[in-house]
């Protein structure tokens, strides 16, 4: 049993008494819960599937708050969010998510972006950015992160997160609540860009060739320049940021009031 109440600011502890799960304090609600099974993955693999199709990969916690801050949460329209990931590997790729796009924000220029904090163990955000068409793929980036560190995935950036770690992966996230996702438009090119595999002991990125163009991938290291870009208070858990001030999540509906601190984030100009 391992406490999360210090990293989340919320009373959450990771259990694994047989089943690896997330409990709550009985002043927290949870709007939706969806586990994500190897079956439904099926189409994102780069090997055969080996292991039962009913082995859960990941869970999700939709809308987690306590009673008090529902009204502002729901009043910012933003939701708090938490995934777990299991450890382990399929075939010779590492546990990971589904991956998919987001839908057009409230400004109607970008898709909606995404604000990401590692509560326990270690993280690889695979993005990509479409070109002209969906098989065209003109930016590619691998986020390695790690516990207590932060992320954003930019708007018009698909996303899937990878553990590539021997323990669970804790992830806490702030989205808009209108955002939809959009899996099809990776699920149709067998997945992201970029796989990651372990393969003779050695861990390495290759690409995925269903896509027509690729124009290679990039790394980032996670600074505190994000915290700098978007006024993050780093002395605060990722749940309360709306609350000691409420506006200050409000790029995450919209994007376009600060596109500019997207892309010098992302190093890269986002049109929309």
């Known amino acids: 049993m391992i406490d999360l109440n210090e990293e989340a600011g919320i009373p959450i502890v990771l259990k694994d008494e047989g089943k690896l799960d997330l409990h709550f304090g009985e002043d927290l609600q949870v709007d939706t819960f969806k586990i994500r099974k190897l079956s439904e993955m099926k189409a994102v693999l780069l090997d055969e599937m080996r292991a039962s199709g009913e082995t859960v990969l990941y869970k999700m916690y939709d809308g987690v708050y306590r009673e008090e801050n529902r009204k502002l949460f729901k009043r910012k329209k933003l939701r708090y969010d938490l995934t777990l990931m299991f450890p382990g590997k399929i075939g010779r790729e590492f546990i990971k998510t589904a991956g998919h796009y987001h839908s057009i924000s409230d400004d109607h220029l970008f898709t909606y972006p995404e604000l990401y904090e590692v509560l326990r163990g270690k993280v690889h955000f695979i993005l990509q950015k479409m070109g002209k068409g969906e098989s065209e793929i003109e930016d590619a980036v ?106 200050s999540l409000d790029w995450l509906r919209y994007p376009s009031r600060e596109i500019t601190k997207f892309e010098e984030y992302i190093g890269k100009k986002i049109e929309g």
């Open 142 to 247: 691998v986020i390695m992160a790690r516990k207590g560190q932060r992320i954003v995935v930019p708007p018009n950036y698909g996303h899937v997160a990878v553990n590539p770690g021997g323990e669970p992966l804790v992830l806490a996230n702030w989205i808009a609540e209108d955002c939809q996702p959009d899996y099809q438009m990776i699920s149709r090119y067998n997945g992201a860009v970029i796989f990651e595999i372990e393969e003779g002991g050695e861990i390495r990125f290759i690409v995925n060739e269903q896509y027509e163009s690729i124009r290679g991938y990039r790394t980032i290291e996670v600074t505190s320049a994000l915290s700098s870009l978007f006024n993050l208070n780093n002395n605060l858990s990722l749940y309360y940021l709306i609350i000691e001030d409420p506006d």
